[in-house]
Every structure is written in structure tokens, then in C-alpha cells.
């Protein structure tokens, strides 16, 4: 049976998440769900052979990307995405038996939660300061604790410790979604399906013009770029890595063109390539008409 670890402790989105691949398919079988108290911890369990896989959240359709995952995947031995999921989110504000909201002084919530229910906390709760936990399972756990009088939390948490739901389906914005992914050990990237996502981390040389011409390489091949965020390297000002999305696989010719290319001038960190959950962008161009013709070439055939 694989051990999985995921951003914990029990009744996380995450752990959502995780049975989510579990019933698509993405396991053989059932797997041994192994809580980690972060997303680096998740990772890094998997660095060091003590799990065979970790799903952590990576981008946010309200908050933007995780930056925590982020910036765990770009440093350490590398891993490898092969698989994703999402999750339509919304949360559950829990409270101790006999606790209304009008009683609420301390409301409990990771901050990523936080930001995602701003506008509700605001109209409903303005008299609670923030508490900040360590994930959305935490926060409930901190409210059993007796650390705040109410958790941004889930359903599934509120069950699991015995609280109560004060409010339920809360967000400020409908059909705010989660993109969490599966990481291993690098690996074979999943087969090609027309319908994938390629992520690489790029690390640039401090020269004018040297972002341009990597993104060029994307453009000139007809190349989907679907994100392009930048975060510090933290060892000085002024530098950046840069983690780019796009549409394809390792497979497609225009990708793995793309990527030769960029590993020639800049150091490059390749995430993976897998199935999207949801189409994002264009594929890149088929050059199966283009390498007919090389071939006919080659043989002396073609005249065009």
C-alpha cells in the first residue's frame, strides 16, 4: 500500500484532495494517508523516501498561486507532478456546542482561507479578531484548544473533533476552486492525452533581455504559456525564478523543443507534465506534417 502524505492534520482540503485521486484512479488501490504539518513538510517526506508521493495545493482561482508549495517544489532534490485535482471551495465556520456567532471574539483561520472570506467576515463577524493557524484542520484544532471561539475550517474537521457548524458554504466569491497536485520522486512523466499541462522553474541569467527571449521560445512555436508568476530567490535583491505553465506535454515536439532550447542559456527545473483537469489554453501545433515532409527530404522526394 503507497504512503501519500498531504498538507494536514486531518480534514484539510488537502486530505479532500488526496481521496479525490483516490477514486479516480490515481493509486492502484487505497493508500495510507500520512498528515504533514506544511507543504514543504509533505514534500520532504517524499525527498527522503519516507512517503511514496505528496498532494499538496498549488494555485488558487481567488488567491493566486501557493506560494509555500512554490517555492518547496523550486529548491531541494527534485520531484515531479504527475497527476492533479480540483476542488470547488468554500468553508464551514465551527464553534464549540452552544456556541452563536454573536458569541465569536477570536475567529481562527489560515491565512489563505482568510483572504478568501474577507468580505463575509467583515458583514457577519466584524466584532472577532483573527487567530492565525496552520492550516484549515488547525484552526479547527486550535478552537478545541480553546485558542479561538471559532474556526474557518471544513465540514469534514467539524465532524472528525466534535464542533458545530455557526455557518456554512461561506465564501466571497462562488465557485472559488483549488488546484491541488501529486508529487513523486522524478519519474516517467504519465502518458500524453492532448489535454495536458507542463510546469518548469526557470532561473535566468541577469542580462538584458533574457526573459523576453525565454518566453520567445514559447511564442515562436505556437506554445500556450498559462501562468508566469516570479518569486524571490532569497539570496539577494533583485533576483527572481520564474514558474511557467503551459499548455502540452514533454512529448509534444513544440514543447520539448521549447525546453532544449531554454536549457542551452538559463538553469531549468522541470515539474512534470500530466493530464489538466480542465482545459486552460491552445495545444501546441502538430509538426507531424512538417516531419513528413523532413523525411521526404531526407530521401530526396520532396520538392516543397
Given at each position: 500500500?503507497?504512503?501519500?502524505?498531504?498538507?494536514?492534520?486531518?480534514?484539510?482540503?488537502?486530505?479532500?484532495?488526496?481521496?479525490?485521486?483516490?477514486?479516480?484512479?490515481?493509486?492502484?488501490?487505497?493508500?495510507e494517508r500520512v498528515a504533514a504539518p506544511s507543504q514543504g513538510a509533505a514534500l520532504d517526506l517524499v525527498r527522503s523516501r519516507d512517503v511514496d508521493g505528496a498532494v499538496v495545493p498549488i494555485e488558487s482561482s481567488v488567491e493566486g498561486?501557493?506560494?509555500?508549495?512554490?517555492?518547496?517544489?523550486?529548491?531541494?532534490?527534485?520531484?515531479?507532478?504527475?497527476?492533479?485535482?480540483?476542488?470547488?471551495?468554500?468553508?464551514?465556520?465551527?464553534?464549540?456546542?452552544?456556541?452563536?456567532?454573536?458569541?465569536?471574539?477570536?475567529?481562527?483561520?489560515?491565512?489563505?482561507?482568510?483572504?478568501?472570506?474577507?468580505?463575509?467576515?467583515?458583514?457577519?463577524?466584524p466584532q472577532a479578531r483573527s487567530y492565525t493557524s496552520a492550516?484549515?484542520?488547525?484552526?479547527?484544532?486550535?478552537?478545541?484548544?480553546?485558542?479561538?471561539?471559532?474556526?474557518?475550517?471544513?465540514?469534514?474537521?467539524?465532524?472528525?473533533?466534535?464542533?458545530i457548524a455557526l455557518a456554512s458554504g461561506v465564501a466571497?466569491?462562488?465557485?472559488?476552486?483549488?488546484?491541488?497536485?501529486?508529487?513523486?520522486?522524478?519519474?516517467?512523466?504519465p502518458p500524453a492525452t492532448g489535454a495536458d499541462r507542463t510546469s518548469i522553474v526557470l532561473e535566468l541569467p541577469n542580462v538584458p533581455g533574457s526573459l523576453m527571449r525565454a518566453f520567445a521560445e514559447f511564442a515562436t512555436r505556437g506554445i500556450d504559456l498559462t501562468r508566469i508568476e516570479s518569486r524571490?530567490?532569497?539570496?539577494?535583491?533583485?533576483?527572481?525564478?520564474?514558474?511557467?505553465?503551459?499548455?502540452?506535454?514533454?512529448?509534444?515536439?513544440a514543447v520539448a523543443e521549447a525546453l532544449k532550447a531554454l536549457h542551452r542559456t538559463a538553469r531549468i527545473r522541470f515539474l512534470g507534465s500530466w493530464p489538466a483537469t480542465s482545459a486552460t489554453g491552445t495545444p501546441p501545433p502538430?509538426?507531424?506534417?512538417?516531419?513528413?515532409?523532413?523525411?521526404?527530404?531526407?530521401k530526396g522526394m520532396a520538392d516543397l
Open positions: 500500500m503507497p504512503r501519500i502524505a498531504y498538507f494536514g492534520p486531518s480534514g484539510t482540503f488537502t486530505e479532500m484532495a488526496l481521496a479525490q485521486l483516490e477514486s479516480s484512479g490515481a493509486f492502484d488501490g487505497p493508500v498561486s501557493i506560494s509555500a508549495t512554490l517555492d518547496s517544489l523550486a529548491i531541494g532534490a527534485r520531484l515531479q507532478i504527475i497527476a492533479e485535482t480540483e476542488l470547488e471551495v468554500s468553508f464551514t465556520i465551527l464553534g464549540r456546542p452552544g456556541t452563536t456567532l454573536a458569541d465569536v471574539r477570536t475567529l481562527a483561520a489560515y491565512p489563505v482561507a482568510a483572504a478568501q472570506i474577507r468580505l463575509w467576515v467583515a458583514r457577519h463577524l492550516s484549515n484542520a488547525a484552526a479547527a484544532e486550535d478552537v478545541v484548544a480553546g485558542h479561538a471561539d471559532a474556526a474557518v475550517s471544513t465540514a469534514l474537521a467539524g465532524e472528525r473533533l466534535g464542533l466571497d466569491h462562488e465557485q472559488a476552486i483549488t488546484r491541488f497536485v501529486l508529487c513523486t520522486r522524478p519519474t516517467v512523466a524571490p530567490t532569497r539570496t539577494g535583491m533583485g533576483t527572481y525564478r520564474f514558474y511557467l505553465d503551459c499548455v502540452g506535454h514533454i512529448d509534444d515536439t502538430s509538426d507531424e506534417a512538417a516531419a513528413e515532409w523532413l523525411i521526404q527530404l531526407r
